[in-house]
């Protein structure tokens, strides 16, 4: 039957794969599923998904396991799974398995490093099915949370899902609302017991911020009698910096000034700001280069000892869940304007991706509908992000405040699902996360009401710190902008990242000219002046 030959063809086709050393850890589904009928089986039989999913590290069962049984109650269907590589080798095994001509699950969810242009080659090309009419008759709670969102953001998810020239939808989004990510992009947190220790004040300049962690190295801030502190780390700090000297969103890395887009990355201030990292590199005030597993035992410090001084990243996630070291830091407010260009930050643009498409070997495409638009519900996204009810979290008929200062109704009972469980599916499913849905109660006690007091005071901080009047995040692009947009964004991203670790490391200087003009020059080369009159001519017509 049908579906049977599609777990055999990939199977083969990821064997044929991993033989040949391309991927690794992929797989196809396991013994435990049968072959099936899909949509077309006779009233008799029952209807059989095939879902083509990302395989997450920490999931141990995909069959036995609690939310498959509750999106199969729910669905009144049986699951059964393709089993692909992380998120970016999945793309590989996909492209393979289209090249191979090989049929396709059903559905595929959790593809989220997939391109929109890529995205588009995938519909032009037959393998996946146009959803708007789908949607339409079933797509019941996808077209509700949609009509929730405030009429930009409205706008915005579905010029991100819609094909420009002729407004075919190829996949279903995975969005978070304001509420949930409205934050500052780099989240920078300082030691207030190290600076209360030293008779010092959080930096408000980049002279103080050069003071602060001067002192941080020298003055023992620990009281250890030890040299164990580190003033400042994370790979991310440096856009903290920069945009003291101008503002540099790493998302949309140009800026609009006065109805003229330009490229932050080859000015002068950026130029400046370069110079004074390598300065804090030079002297050991800054550490980047650091695994992320040691950068968050670093930051989580020794029993009640603090290592180091400033740090960027979440605290929910980038420290140990039995830090003691959380209730000594603060959010770290911006840097004035160093340049008459700079002194802001960057508002992390709300999460939004395609996770959810159906492909061409489905048949039912009724059933592959109800299923993704399942996912939207709210009890799905609950149960997906939270586990089992009863186990893991309980409803809350009192609604109290989350971690970001909003209203929920999930409290957490036991629900550490970043390690091994087979209660969620631990890949990205297509969802709209609001504050009923994704967040949770704040705790009141112990790391986790470190975690919310840090999270809510950032929240609450971002709301009153400057961003530009204008910038490129809403611009609209056609097709062919879209594709020229991310050919030439990968090449400038590497560019970039490459000469950052030039500089940094001394093997070229930013404030020679002929380093920065090769700089430039290289930035140039990969089309930065062909982006820039993209998004002109995008602002332009806005």
Not at 29 to 39: E, F, I, R, V, W
Not at 124 to 140: A, M, S
Not at 352 to 376: P, Q, S, V
Not at 494 to 506: I, P, V
Request: charged letters at 20%; proline letters at 4%; glycine letters at 8%.
């Amino acid at each position: 039957m049908k579906k049977a030959k599609t777990k055999q063809i990939m199977s083969l086709l990821i064997a044929a794969v991993m033989m040949l050393g391309v991927l690794a850890g992929c797989g196809s589904s396991t013994d435990q599923s049968s072959s099936a009928s899909s949509g077309s089986a006779g009233a008799d039989e029952e209807k059989v998904l095939t879902v083509g999913i990302p395989q997450s590290a920490v999931v141990t069962d995909y069959y036995n396991n609690s939310f498959t049984r509750y999106i199969q109650d729910k669905l009144g269907a049986k699951i059964e799974f393709v089993l692909f590589s992380n998120a970016s080798e999945a793309m590989n095994q996909l492209a393979l398995a289209c090249a191979a001509g090989d049929e396709l699950p059903d559905v595929l969810v959790g593809f989220s490093n997939m391109s929109g242009s890529l995205m588009y080659e995938y519909g032009r090309d037959g393998f996946f099915l146009p959803l708007n009419d789908l949607i339409e008759q079933y797509g019941t709670e996808f077209k509700a949370h949609m009509d929730a969102l405030p009429q930009d953001e409205y706008d915005r998810v579905m010029d991100f899902i819609t094909k420009p020239d002729d407004g075919v939808i190829y996949g279903l989004p995975t969005y978070s609302a304001v509420t949930i990510s409205d934050y500052m992009q780099n989240q920078m947190y300082i030691n207030r017991q190290w600076l209360n220790n030293l008779g010092m004040e959080a930096p408000k300049t980049i002279d103080d911020l050069y003071d602060v962690l001067v002192a941080f190295r020298d003055e023992d801030p620990n009281n250890n009698g030890r040299a164990d502190e580190l003033p400042m780390l994370s790979p991310a700090i440096y856009y903290y910096v920069i945009n003291a000297f101008v503002y540099t969103d790493a998302s949309y890395p140009y800026n609009i000034t006065d109805g003229k887009v330009w490229a932050p990355q080859v000015s002068d201030e950026y130029r400046q700001a370069l110079a004074y990292l390598c300065k804090l590199y030079d002297e050991k005030l800054i550490k980047f280069d650091i695994p992320a597993a040691d950068a968050k035992s670093t930051i989580s410090g020794d029993g009640t000892t603090a290592k180091v001084g400033i740090w960027c990243g979440n605290p929910q996630t980038d420290t140990n869940h039995s830090c003691e070291v959380l209730d000594q830091y603060d959010v770290l407010e911006p840097l004035a304007d160093a340049t008459g260009k700079g002194g802001f930050v960057v508002n992390r643009p709300r999460d939004l991706l395609i996770t959810g498409h159906i492909t061409r070997d489905c048949e039912d495409t009724e059933l592959a509908m109800r299923f993704l638009d399942l996912c939207y519900e709210d009890g799905a996204v609950t149960r997906r992000r939270h586990g089992e009810e009863g186990t893991n979290w309980v409803w809350s008929e009192v609604e109290e405040p989350n971690i970001f200062g909003g209203m929920s109704h999930i409290n957490i009972i036991d629900s550490d699902l970043f390690n091994s469980n087979n209660v969620t599916w631990g890949s990205l499913l297509p969802s709209v996360y609001t504050d009923l849905n994704y967040l949770t109660i704040a705790s009141t006690s112990g790391i986790g009401k470190e975690y919310a007091r840090m999270l809510h005071a950032q929240t609450e901080l971002t709301k009153t710190w400057p961003t530009p009047e204008e910038t490129i995040v809403n611009l609209k692009l056609d097709l062919g902008e879209r594709a020229e947009r991310e050919n030439i964004s990968g090449k400038m991203s590497t560019t970039s990242s490459q000469y950052f670790g030039l500089f940094l490391s001394g093997q070229l200087d930013p404030e020679n000219d002929s380093d920065w003009g090769r700089y430039v020059a290289d930035m140039e080369a990969c089309g930065m002046n062909d982006l820039i009159a993209i998004y002109q001519a995008a602002y332009d017509r806005r």
